[in-house]
Nanobody
């Protein structure tokens, strides 16, 4: 498994932007598909998107497509989530995850502690 630490969350007004980072430990980072999920209060954890091992492919939930962009730097063992045009509905704790890829939390076996994103209207 790999250890993950997210950063970059905060409070932003609707229409604003934030960039989340996720730093991974270990030398096998490039062997993992990296995903982003989020969980709002009282709701289940929700898929946001994932990026392939070589960063060739990305996949997004319909709710964030066109607004969010996932990228990774395998030399730095980091993955990023650029969030633009944020909406109050994007308010949640955001988690990065490492695994074999997919749209479900069960597809990932390492998780960060999460970082809070709050979007005010």
């Amino acid at each position: 498994q790999v250890q993950l630490v997210e950063s970059g969350g905060g409070l932003v007004q609707a229409g604003g932007s934030l960039r989340l980072s996720c730093a991974a430990s270990g030398r096998t980072f490039s062997s993992y598909v990296m995903g982003w999920f989020r969980q709002a209060p009282g709701k289940e954890r929700e898929f946001v998107g994932f990026i392939s091992r070589s960063a060739t492919n990305t996949y997004y939930a319909d709710s964030v497509k066109g607004r969010f962009t996932i990228s990774r730097d395998n030399a730095k063992n980091e993955v990023y989530l650029q969030m633009n045009n944020l909406e109050p509905e994007d308010t949640a704790i955001y988690y990065c995850a490492a695994g074999w890829g997919g749209y479900y939390a069960a597809d990932y076996n390492s998780w960060g502690q999460g970082t809070q994103v709050t979007v005010s209207s």
